[in-house]
């Protein structure tokens, strides 16, 4: 199929909308398909669907968007504007988000270490999978100070699968999870990211933030002063890392 087009199950997953609500947007001309030869088969010019991320960035949920992404079956390379494919272009990024950040006064005390523990966090997704992504390399990567957050997500192997390297008595995700940001682990690769995560959660807990991370089907949640960490199973499973940065 010609690359500039993409199908309706590929936008479903971009939009992070039902194929239904796809339908009734084509239908009543909200956004419209083109070859359309049935119902079920419809196509969208590339170009058009991130002309109408752009245009309608202001009321588009990125957490939705990235974590529709990251649990779908299809792989899909993320909206451009989000999507991060080597560490490089993540890097590049990251210092436009950090001087983004330096000019909110609100957070002025506090925007250095924000962009510390989302390098910390998105580093670590590269390093994990460096040669070993399951399919779609790289990562989203999006944020938006309005409303003072920053997503993160990879389809890469998760946390469980780098710790059973160097810990394989981990028997599932949320005991992966609870090890990675409790429990200190030697410097050498990969025990890294458990470490890397250890100082974010130091850093959330210290200062006026919150964190949600997301791995297999462990999910945790901390903020300001919570040192003692609660990991949840989530009715939601995919394999590789969903997070949530709010300030």
Not at 131 to 158: E, H, M, T, Y
Request: proline share 2%; glycine share 6%; net charge positive.
């Amino acid at each position: 199929m010609d690359s500039r087009l993409l199908t309706i199950k590929q936008v479903s997953v971009l939009l992070g909308i039902s194929i239904q609500t796809l339908r009734r947007w084509d239908d009543s001309g909200k956004l419209s398909s083109i070859c359309r030869k049935t119902r079920a088969h419809r196509y969208y010019f590339k170009n058009d669907i991130e002309n109408y991320i752009r245009n309608n960035i202001n009321s588009i949920n990125l957490f939705k968007l990235a974590q529709s992404w990251v649990i779908n079956n299809l792989a899909v390379e993320p909206f451009s504007d989000f999507y991060c494919s080597n560490i490089s272009i993540f890097q590049t990024r990251l210092t436009r988000l950090e001087n983004e950040l330096g000019q909110e006064k609100r957070i002025s005390k506090i925007f250095p270490l924000i962009s510390a523990i989302t390098g910390e966090i998105g580093n670590n997704s590269f390093d994990h999978n460096i040669g070993n992504w399951p399919d779609v390399l790289g990562i989203f990567f999006g944020w938006d100070l309005n409303k003072g957050i920053i997503v993160l997500a990879d389809r890469g192997q998760g946390i469980l699968s780098t710790l059973k390297k160097v810990k394989p008595e981990l028997k599932n995700h949320r005991e992966a999870l609870q090890t990675a940001f409790t429990e200190v682990i030697s410097g050498r690769a990969p025990e890294y990211r458990g470490n890397g995560l250890k100082f974010v959660k130091e850093v959330v807990t210290k200062n006026k933030m919150s964190l949600f991370f997301q791995t297999g089907d462990a999910q945790l949640e901390i903020k300001e002063n919570d040192f003692d960490i609660d990991i949840q199973k989530s009715n939601i499973k995919f394999r590789g890392c969903l997070i949530l940065i709010k300030f």
